[in-house]
């Protein structure tokens, strides 16, 4: 059995050389200047450099596996946007009796770059990232313990679910539940599995509560460390750096 | 070192009390032995010792429970830590998910509690050594054995420096290897004269280790004694309870017997005596 998360230890300079804190304020200013940010190359922009960092990271093959997991999303999106946004006027193409329209388009092409944005965003946080050293970095700067178990835990919650399905998918299998077929079919199948998840992930949050709770976790104390991981050189500057650029986005972005 | 008085406990929204009355101590560095059938409340009353009862159950708990001198209902979950340390079924479910190595794991109960860099190290030092982990220290704690998690898992408790160990169903998981190993790790406690409370329902394994069994069934505690005087009583087949082997072979041998054998030792030695006065 491993750890359930995805993260692999790799000798970059973003696995190795930047602090959890710092990523974890690169995420959050990514997700806000995501929003902020107003126009199309600027999200552009924005979306070459969080691809950048992932390539540079050399998880660039397994963050676009990740966010071609979203297409569904994003087609979904532009079919809806280009066919009904209350804002279409100009038709930009007509496939028998469907009229796609140019507004509905582009607003889709924003959204789009917003979702595709926070995952790589995401992904540079999650797969570079030891969610055990976030937790310790995270009240070191002054979160509440719980504050940072919770970004931990966040960061394994999906590989934690993927692992509990599958093994409770083998278990209804075992027991002749099929896992192919028609949609109807499928869908049983899918409510076989989710129920157990459910529960089972229940029972999980309530143990791992306990196994905390056992250890002092809420011991009204200042926690100390048994391992000190120093801080590179060079990241509060990186830091305010990130900062500053998202409030000067935010300020533009509210000022025009 | 244990003191339960009357105590009666009830879960939210439920009408059925899970523990009812029970009333008994434990002394400084014994090892009490808790047996009973599924649904007898077992774990129900490790979870009480812990304080987790009612404080993170909550539910309708009367009674007093008195551990190393503390009032467990009276006290909070973060202090009681301090002088109980639970250990459950599953080893994986006790590991906090927050550290990379077994060292880290073990102490992440002394980094919540603000005990200095110096005493963490030496406490970490203490307890591998204790338990055989010494060269496990750097390994990912999710990459071991059931029996060497169940280890880290007693490790990362007994580092706290716990008057009182309770341990709940710890090898339920485990193969016969990792079994072993446990039990090694609880006899290592009580040369170490921890004070221990252990839920298991391998009876012979646990014979072995406790110098008294404390039986319940639906939530009353229906004996308190020596595991040969326990397993002696007549209405000891009607618990729901597995009897140890032995004591069965020795109760078919001689029926008349006011008392049987638990373990393996103490049979070959009724047996030398029995041949001896069959013979004369």
Known sequence: MTSVTLYRPRATFVHQGVDPFTKLVYLLCSIVMAFAIPTFWGAAGMLVLNLGVLAWARELKRSLQTILGSLLLLVTIFVIQGLFNPANRTL????????????????????????????????????????????????????????????????????????????????????????????????????????????????????????????????????????????????????????????????????? | MIRVRGLTYTYPNSDKQVLKNITLEVERGETLGIVGPNGAGKSTFCHALMGLVPHFYHGTISGEVIVNGVSVVQSHMGEMCRHVGLVFQEPIHQFSGAKLTVEEEIAFGLENLGVDSATMQERVDWVTALLGLADLRRRNP????????????????????????????????????????????????????????????????????????????????????????????ADAEHWGVEIPRYSRAYRALDPASESVPTTLHETVERLRDYELSHRG
């Open chain 2, 142 to 233: 999710y990459e071991l054995s059931g029996g060497q998690m169940q280890r880290v898992a007693i490790a990362s408790v007994l580092v706290l420096k716990p008057q009182v160990l309770v341990l709940d169903e710890p090898t339920s998981q485990l193969d016969p290897a990792g079994t072993a190993e446990v039990f090694a790790a609880i006899e290592a406690l009580r040369a170490e004269g921890v004070t221990t409370v252990i839920v298991e329902h391998k009876v012979e394994l646990l014979v072995e280790h406790c110098s008294r069994i404390a039986v319940l069934v639906d939530g009353e505690l229906k004996a308190l004694d020596t595991p040969s005087r326990v397993f002696s009583r």
């Open chain 1, 92 to 256: 930009l193409f007509t496939l028998g009796p469907v009229h796609v329209y140019q507004e509905g388009i582009l607003f889709a092409l924003t959204i789009s770059f917003r979702v595709v944005n926070i995952i790589a965003a995401s992904c540079v946080f999650v797969m570079t990232t030891s969610p055990a050293r976030v937790m310790d970095a995270c009240v070191r700067y002054g979160l509440p313990p719980k504050a940072g178990y919770v970004v931990t835990s966040i960061m394994q919650i999906i590989p934690t679910m993927l692992t509990s399905v599958a093994r409770i998918r083998e278990a209804q299998q075992s027991r002749g539940m099929s896992m192919s077929g028609n949609v109807l079919q499928r869908f049983r199948s899918f409510l076989a599995v989710f129920g157990p998840m459910v529960l089972s992930s229940l029972i999980s949050i309530q143990d791992r509560a306990i196994a905390l709770e056992v250890r002092g976790f809420s011991a009204r104390t200042k926690r100390t460390f048994y391992v000190d991981h120093p801080v590179p050189r060079g990241m509060v500057l990186l830091r305010a750096l990130l900062l500053l650029v998202t409030i000067a986005v935010v300020v533009w972005r509210l000022a025009s």
